[in-house]
Nanobody, 119 residues
Framework: VQLQASGGGLVQAGGSLRLSCAASGIIFSRYAMGWYRQAPGKQRELVASITNDGSTNYADSVKGRFSISRDNAKNIVYLQMNSLNPEDTAVYYC??????????????WGQGTLVTVSS
């Protein structure tokens, strides 16, 4: 299983970035996908998630600014980030989770992509 995240970089406050996470080795359409982030000295936190049927959930800090979407044909999940501010600076990680009724859930992580927002 591979989750290849890309799209991070340096951006000025108020700018935008779009992160992508390409998945392989899983039946992508069955998985809930999420973006997490971890800033220096802080715990990893959920930024946004999308279920296999397209329902979305966002952290309060990014609501109205970030948008998560998925393309099941391409096995890619996106995170569109607008109105970025320095507090959004973190390593962003892609996550894939399959919840199963009779077996342990499956959970995979990508390698992370760094987003730096300058003031």
């Amino acid at each position: 299983v591979q989750l290849q995240a890309s799209g991070g970089g340096l951006v000025q406050a108020g700018g935008s970035l779009r992160l992508s996470c390409a998945a392989s080795g899983i039946i992508f359409s069955r998985y809930a996908m999420g973006w997490y982030r971890q800033a220096p000295g802080k715990q990893r936190e959920l930024v946004a998630s999308i279920t296999n049927d397209g329902s979305t959930n966002y952290a309060d800090s990014v609501k109205g600014r970030f948008s998560i979407s998925r393309d099941n044909a391409k096995n890619i999940v996106y995170l569109q980030m607008n109105s970025l501010n320095p507090e959004d600076t973190a390593v962003y990680y892609c996550n894939a989770e399959l919840r199963r009724t009779y077996f342990a859930n499956l959970n995979y992580w990508g390698q992370g992509t760094l987003v730096t927002v300058s003031s």
